[in-house]
């Protein structure tokens, strides 16, 4: 089984930032796409962005293009979103999965979510 | 962008009886979709994944298939527990999208 585990949400003023970071206790994420995926209070899911196994490839959902950057270090197990320029919009519950080996495809196993909330 | 249309929004359904939710896509996907459940205030739960495959742990009850651009989940004798919202994915192309979700309440 499987656990993720999010942190670092919270509440941030618009043009802050914030940095979420994602940990699989007792399980290795090296030889896995992983994932962001986030929804907004109500709302549907939107992929965020993803990340390939050994970091070289990325993408990202043009509604955070150019203001989210997602990382991993695969020694520390973990992954990373480094949110900036953050707008009333970005506030959603953001979850991180994990994808099947090789291929950022379905979303196997999912982690509890951490909230963000931009507000002034 | 591929525009994931489910449908319908809400399905009313008695426990025992069948559910069919439907997801059509506005370009070809091939197989690369899938199903997830999710209850309130819990994440999503992989459901279906390529079109037809149960993931691990999932009831065979839970069933989805493909005809053309239109994918169906069906749920055979509805349980308790079965009743949630569910999305369609699309990961054929990026941006991967999502449905915008069937409400499956007992009636």
């Known amino acids: 089984q499987v656990r993720l585990v999010e942190s670092g949400g919270g509440l941030v003023k618009p043009g802050g930032s914030l940095r979420l970071s994602c940990a699989a206790p007792g399980f290795s994420i090296s030889d896995y796409y992983m994932t962001w995926i986030r929804q907004a209070p109500g709302k549907g899911l939107e992929l965020v962005a993803y990340?390939?196994?050994?970091?070289?490839?990325?993408d990202y959902a043009d509604s955070v293009k150019g203001r989210f950057t997602i990382s991993r270090d695969n020694a520390k197990n973990s992954v990373h979103l480094q949110m900036d320029s953050l707008r009333a919009e970005d506030t959603a519950i953001y979850y991180c999965?994990?994808?099947?080996?090789?291929?950022?495809?379905?979303?196997?196993?999912w982690g509890q979510g951490t909230l963000v909330s931009v507000s002034s | 962008e591929i525009v994931l249309t489910q449908s319908p929004v809400t399905l009313s359904v008695s426990p025992g009886k069948r559910a069919t939710l439907s997801c059509r896509a506005s370009?070809?996907?091939?197989?690369?979709v899938a199903w997830y459940q999710q209850k309130p205030g819990q994440a999503p739960r992989l459901v279906i994944y390529n079109a037809s495959n149960r993931a691990t742990g999932v009831p065979v009850r839970f069933s989805g298939s493909r005809a053309g651009p239109e994918f169906t989940l069906a749920i055979s004798s509805l349980q308790s527990e079965d009743f949630a919202l569910y999305y369609c994915?699309?990961?054929?192309?990026?941006?991967?999208?999502f449905g915008q979700g069937t409400r499956l309440e007992i009636k």
């Open positions: 370009q070809t996907v091939g197989n690369n």
């Open positions: 994915q699309q990961y054929n192309n990026w941006p991967f999208t």
């Open positions: 990340i390939s196994d050994r970091g070289l490839y990325t």
């Open positions: 999965a994990k994808s099947v080996v090789g291929t950022p495809g379905y979303l196997d196993s």
